[in-house]
């Protein structure tokens, strides 16, 4: 249930939080990136579909079913607009797909996957809904915060990789190699974290608090200017271990395997498709 109210009430305590505790963003230029030269993708294979204009690399293991990824990506973009409750965009996307391994970076001077307002570059190295995902999120107005466990939670929870988040996470508690939400809270030890278990539970905490507070208390958070702690407490009215504690009883109740380590995971791939 969304309370109008509660949301306006909440916002005002985290505007106050930030005015008391004086904490700012830093905004720092970084180098720009490199100019992409585009006679490098004339031979590249072009297919039209829906929403998306592709460009596939001739070497590509995607070459000869274009088709099919085109018509899953057409359905990823209309169920990933769904939870992100926003609109399709409208005109096309131009989607880049390379080849695993080197292409991308020999082509365009970075490593896949990026996008931009008009167009994302995919190397394979991540699963489909990640970058699109990010894509949609600057589209909706999303800005990333400073809290990477949600700047990375959200795409990472909507990559449609076919991937239990939720099951992982509770893996990851049996097996005592859970990181836990103050942790997570940390970007800079946040980064630095193995990135299978970062990917897990910054995915199924953007999950816990989607299915149980809404896509706009996630929001909320991901927004805040306050201190990690401070936010998730004010935000969802729970003192830390508490949220963590209904977090951790989440991930068990939406597990495969209730019981299960992270030994005994069945399950290790990124990806659902390999056409």
């Known amino acids: ?15 106050s939080l930030f005015i008391l505790c004086g904490v700012g963003l830093i905004s720092g230029c970084g180098e720009r990136e490199p100019e992409i030269d585009m006679s490098q993708y004339d031979s590249w294979l072009k ?16 070459a000869e079913n274009i088709s099919v990824l085109a018509k899953n990506y057409e359905r990823f973009l209309k169920d990933l607009c769904a939870y992100l409750e926003m609109p399709v965009p409208e005109g096309k ?35 489909y809904g990640y970058e699109l995902t ?3 999120l600057r589209k909706r107005g999303f800005e990333p915060g400073q809290f990477n466990a949600i700047n990375e939670g959200i795409p990472f929870l909507l990559d449609f990789s076919g991937l239990n988040y939720h099951d992982k996470t509770n893996r990851r508690v049996n097996s005592d190699l859970f990181f836990g939400v103050e942790a997570l809270g940390d970007s800079q ?18 999950g816990f608090i989607m299915y149980n507070y809404g896509l706009d208390r996630l929001f909320m958070l991901a927004e805040s200017s306050v201190e990690w702690r401070r936010s998730i407490e004010t935000i969802f009215q729970l003192p830390l271990d508490e949220f963590e504690k209904s977090w951790i009883e989440f ?4 597990s495969n395997d209730p019981e299960g380590l992270v030994d005994d995971d069945p399950v290790k791939d990124m990806r659902i498709y390999r056409k």
């Open 1 to 15: 249930m969304k309370i109008h109210g509660l949301r306006i009430k909440l916002r005002i305590i985290l505007v």
């Open 134 to 136: 990010k894509f949609l």
């Open 189 to 206: 030890k946040f980064d630095s974290l193995d990135f299978v278990g970062r990917r897990a539970e910054s995915a199924s905490l953007c």
């Open 251 to 254: 991930a068990r109740e939406n």
């Open 93 to 127: 996307i131009r989607m880049y797909v390379y080849t695993a391994g080197n292409e991308d970076k020999t082509i365009t001077g970075r490593q896949t996957p990026f996008s931009d307002d008009s167009t994302i570059h995919w190397g394979n190295k991540y699963p």
């Open 47 to 62: 297919y039209d579909y829906g929403h998306f204009s592709f460009r596939v690399s001739p070497t590509s293991e995607y």
